[in-house]
């Protein structure tokens, strides 16, 4: 049971570089999001999709792109890296029904010099 | 907008005492609302979540949690700490509209003392 998985695990980069961070999950999830986590602030809502083709803005999304083509997939994409992206990053997908939990990936740390 | 408080940053319990966690958020309705733990190097997982019905909810690994709409609050409730309980909680809060787009606090740190 594969669940949502994450990749890279961790990643630098320099001032301006672009990357993708991927997602997949094979739970067959509707509902898959972005969450950046930074000391002191907790998780924040990046970006999400309710399905293939859907997507929409949370809290953070500025310097963000994502598009999602497959129900499976749900790729992050830093078109031009900032110091202050240096987080660690969380996919998570669910079902798109009420009482369903999230479930998480093991993150990605990312640090952008 | 909707908001979510933890105000203890770290809380430090001896293996065997009792735990409680505070939350405190803030909505227009009634909310759905969450605790999730993060293990070390690791995502959160779901320990329990209140959407309705009987405001005392039990989750797994022996927590608990009550919902208080007066006080706003969902405070976590353990009787008997474990060493492997040391871990970083997370509040949440979701609307009725959207249950899955949720809002996290910043988190508590639990320490337990052998």
């Known amino acids: 049971n594969a669940g949502v998985t994450q990749t890279p695990k961790f990643q630098v980069l320099k001032t301006g570089q672009s990357m993708t961070l991927q997602c997949a999950q094979d739970?067959?999830?509707?509902?898959m999001s972005w969450y950046r986590q930074d000391p002191g602030m907790g998780l924040r809502l990046i970006h999400y999709s309710v399905g293939a083709g859907i997507t929409d803005q949370g809290e953070v999304p500025n310097g963000y792109n994502v598009s999602r083509s497959t129900t499976e997939d749900f790729p992050l994409r830093l078109l031009s890296a900032a110091p202050s992206q240096t987080s660690v990053y969380f996919c998570?997908?669910?079902?798109?029904?009420?009482?369903?939990?999230?479930?998480f990936g093991s993150g990605t740390q990312l640090s952008v010099l | 907008a909707q908001s979510v408080t933890q105000p203890d940053i770290h809380i430090t319990v001896s293996e065997g005492a009792s735990l409680e966690l505070r939350c405190n958020y803030s909505y227009g309705a009634t909310p759905y609302l969450f605790w999730y733990v993060q293990s070390p190097g690791q995502g959160l997982q779901l320990l329990l979540k209140y959407f309705s019905g009987d405001t005392l909810v039990q989750g797994i690994k022996g927590f608990e949690a009550e919902f208080k709409r007066s006080q706003s609050s969902f405070n976590l409730r353990k009787p008997s700490v474990h060493w492997s309980d040391a871990a970083e909680y997370f509040c949440a809060v979701a609307g009725m509209d959207s249950s899955y787009k949720l809002i996290f606090g910043s988190g508590t740190r639990l320490l337990v003392r052998p």
């Open positions: 739970m067959n999830h509707e509902y």
């Open positions: 998570a997908s669910s079902y798109l029904t009420t009482n369903e939990k999230l479930f």
